[in-house]
């Protein structure tokens, strides 16, 4: 099985990271930035609309 992976971007400070769709919470969930710890919804943090399409695929 292939594992998937969507690109993140933080808003607030710019990190960028990568994380498996499973590891995330539904996408009208608040989600906090593992460096700045600034909290959004998700959707915020997704860095292309491909990523979060494939965060849809797992909710």
């Not at 997704?46 to 797992?58: A, G, H, K, P, S």
Request: glycine share 2%.
């Amino acid at each position: 099985m292939v594992e998937a992976f969507v690109r993140l971007l933080c808003p607030e400070c710019g990190k960028e990271w990568e994380s498996t769709p499973t590891d995330l919470p539904e996408t009208r969930q608040n989600f906090s930035c593992p460096n700045c710890h600034a909290t959004r919804r998700l959707t915020e943090f997704m860095r292309t609309e491909r990523d979060l399409e494939i965060v849809r695929q797992f909710e």
